[in-house]
């Protein structure tokens, strides 16, 4: 049987932007990635084999790498991970021309930017420490158990690890604050995640100038130096505006 493909698209670039020969996609070392040209505006994409499964994790590695590297270089409006039209004039005549002014727009507005994230997580013993001392009903709790089997004091263990959630939860409220105003006079957005594990303590998106990369690294650094000992703190990017660009999907 013939091959059956498809056309995966990754995100929406200015139109004089033309494609790196060596960038691959979706697909490895097939997957060339290409661009389809519309008035101010152009989409990156590559052949699929629509007949080989898609959503592996490489995969989505292979879309988000390509959209971080590009934005580093030029304003992108990422395309929701898994989108495939029929054709190349498909991807003019669904995606690019219905919504040209609307893409070419955003565009504009994201020139010379691109997305970074602040990842902080609690020491664990650090913080759970500070909130054992400055809760007495913590402490008390924690008493009680000490040297007693985990049976005979399942209520009380039940109790204190309820106790110190609600502590960590209050703390990283405050933390997640704390960081959002640490970057911000440096940010031309500012926006904070959901926790993604127990010990995260903040997790914010920050849309920054690219030539201002230097004093976002500085103001990451000092933060890290002051709450040492207390936060483990991470700087990622540039990456692709996830948190600033509603992700698009062809036909909606």
């Given at each position: ?177 704390a960081v959002a105003e640490a970057v ?6 500012v926006i904070t995640r959901e926790p ?25 650094e000092e933060l890290a130096e002051r ?26």
């Amino acid at each position: 049987m013939p091959e059956v493909t498809g056309v995966y698209v990754y995100g929406i670039v200015p139109g004089d932007v033309e494609a790196d020969p060596e960038a691959r996609g979706v697909g490895g070392d097939s997957a060339s990635v290409t661009v389809v040209h519309h008035g101010r505006i152009a989409a990156m994409v590559s052949e699929l084999d629509l007949d080989r499964p898609l959503g592996t994790p490489a995969d989505l590695l292979s879309h988000e790498t390509l959209l971080d590297a590009t934005a580093a270089v030029v304003p992108v409006l990422p395309v929701r991970f898994g989108a495939v039209l029929t054709h190349r004039q498909a991807v003019v005549d669904e995606l690019l021309a219905p919504h040209h002014d609307e893409f070419d727009a955003a565009l504009r507005e994201l020139e010379g930017k691109a997305q970074y994230v602040i990842s902080a997580r609690y020491v664990r013993d650090s913080v759970l420490r500070e909130v054992i001392a400055a809760d007495p009903q913590i402490s008390r709790l924690r008493e009680a158990i000490r040297d007693k089997p985990e049976d005979a004091t399942r209520n009380e263990r039940i109790a204190l690890g309820q106790a110190v959630n609600t502590a960590i939860d209050a703390r990283r409220q405050a933390d997640t604050q704390a960081v959002a105003e640490a970057v911000a006079p440096v940010a031309e957005g500012v926006i904070t995640r959901e926790p993604a594990g127990e010990y995260e303590a903040a997790a914010v998106a920050v849309l920054a100038d690219l030539d201002r990369e230097q004093e976002l690294v500085r103001k990451v650094e000092e933060l890290a130096e002051r709450r040492s000992g207390q936060l483990e703190v991470r700087l990622l990017g540039p990456l692709a505006p996830y948190d600033f660009v509603t992700a698009l999907r062809p036909g909606e």
